[in-house]
C-alpha cells in the first residue's frame, strides 16, 4: 500500500511558479514510479509527468516541457514538481499517482492521492 499526499498549490500570477510536492508512506514507495496528472473543471484528466522509482528516467507531456521538472527524494519518500513560467491553461487540480513503471494512462494508476489545486490567473 501507498498512501499519497500532495501540498503546494496555491493561486499564483501567470508567469510565476510553483513547487508542488507528493509526500508517500509506506514501505513500498522507492518501488513505484511517480506520475503527475491533471484535471481542469470539464476537461479529462491528464499526463503531466512522471519519475522512475531510481530518478534516472523522466516523462513529459509536451504542453509543459521545458517549464516543469520531476524530481524525487526516495529518502525523504517525497516528489517535487517544479512548475515555471506558469500559464492560465495550466490551471487545474493536480494529482500524484503511483505506478510501477512510468504511465501516461489514469488506467495503469495504482494508488491516487487527493489533488491539490493550481490557480494561474493572468
Known amino acids: 500500500q501507498v498512501q499519497l499526499v500532495e501540498s503546494g498549490g496555491r493561486l499564483v500570477q501567470a508567469g510565476g511558479s510553483l513547487r508542488l510536492s507528493c509526500a508517500a508512506s509506506?514501505?513500498?514507495?522507492?518501488?513505484?514510479?511517480i506520475n503527475w496528472f491533471r484535471q481542469a473543471p470539464g476537461k479529462e484528466r491528464e499526463f503531466v509527468s512522471a519519475?522512475?522509482?531510481?530518478?534516472?528516467?523522466?516523462d513529459y507531456a509536451d504542453s509543459v516541457k521545458g517549464r516543469f521538472t520531476i524530481s524525487r527524494d526516495n529518502a525523504r519518500n517525497t516528489v517535487y514538481l517544479q512548475m515555471n513560467s506558469l500559464k492560465v491553461e495550466d490551471t487545474a487540480v493536480y494529482y500524484c499517482?503511483?505506478?510501477?513503471?512510468?504511465?501516461?494512462?489514469?488506467?495503469?494508476?495504482?494508488?491516487w492521492g487527493q489533488g491539490t489545486q493550481v490557480t494561474v490567473s493572468s
Open positions: 519519475v522512475g522509482w531510481d530518478n534516472l528516467r523522466t
Open positions: 509506506g514501505r513500498t514507495f522507492s518501488y513505484y514510479a
Open positions: 499517482a503511483a505506478a510501477r513503471t512510468i504511465v501516461r494512462l489514469t488506467t495503469d494508476i495504482d494508488y
